[in-house]
């Protein structure tokens, strides 16, 4: 089984702080991802990664950055958190096979910003 | 832009009778899909995927059929469970975009005993 996980569950942050979200995969999977989820707008991706030290801004990237020095690790970095990245974080895997892919997610954390 | 649409928040379902999902996309490139679904305070599984060659794909108790002319497709759950409560999420992809998966809002369904 593909297991994902998320560094926390919840977090509690004050506005201005520097905020680390960690993702782990152990399925050797090239691809990574990190969405965020609020009520009423589904899952919207922030940033991806094709492999380590690749990335690639998804729809919604302002305020976040990502890092990614080992293949099963993906860091998103709020390098200052305002209360508008209050949310549920979503980390995700996956492989590509044959052009199609299944991506597998992690928990969520879910963050507070006060 | 929305590209995929749920238009149902919420859906109501007896045990035992069935439960239909429906999603919508408007980007005529997406030719693979997929049903996820999430519990409280867990992450999305992946439940079903269809691919735009097909027109169904069953597995189980959960049948997913596209319409393609119509850019609409549907989760179809029988017979609903309660265990089958969650969000459901409708997702689309363009083959060979690596990874670019595009989510609607998700819909909440309640299986009452």
């Known amino acids: 089984d593909v297991k994902v996980t998320q560094s926390s569950r919840y977090l509690v942050k004050r506005t201005g702080e520097k905020v680390f979200l960690e993702c782990v995969q152990d399925m050797d999977h090239e691809n990574m991802f990190w969405y965020r989820q609020d009520p009423g707008l589904g899952l919207r991706l922030i940033y991806f990664s094709y492999d380590v030290k690749m990335k690639e801004k998804g729809d919604i990237p302002e305020g976040y950055s990502v890092s990614r020095e080992k293949k099963e690790r993906f860091s998103l970095i709020l390098e200052s958190a305002s209360t508008n990245q209050t949310s549920m974080y979503l980390c995700?895997?996956?492989?590509?096979?044959?052009?199609?892919?299944?991506?597998?997610f992690g928990p969520g954390t879910r963050l507070l910003v006060l | 832009d929305q590209q995929v649409k749920q238009n149902s928040p919420s859906l109501s379902v007896q045990e035992g009778r069935i439960s239909i999902l429906n999603c919508d996309y408007t980007?005529?490139?997406?030719?693979?899909f997929l049903w996820y679904k999430k519990y409280p305070a867990e992450g999305p599984t992946f439940l079903i995927s269809i691919s735009s060659i097909k027109d169904k794909n069953e597995d189980g108790r959960f049948t997913v059929f596209l319409n393609k002319s119509a850019k609409h497709l549907s989760l179809h759950i029988v017979p609903s469970q309660p265990g089958d409560s969650a969000v459901y999420f409708c997702?689309?992809?363009?083959?060979?975009?690596?990874?670019?998966?595009?989510f609607g809002t998700g819909t909440r369904l309640q299986v009452t005993l």
């Open positions: 980007n005529s490139m997406f030719d693979y």
């Open positions: 995700a895997s996956s492989t590509t096979t044959g052009g199609r892919e299944t991506q597998y």
């Open positions: 997702a689309a992809c363009r083959t060979g975009t690596a990874s670019k998966l595009t």
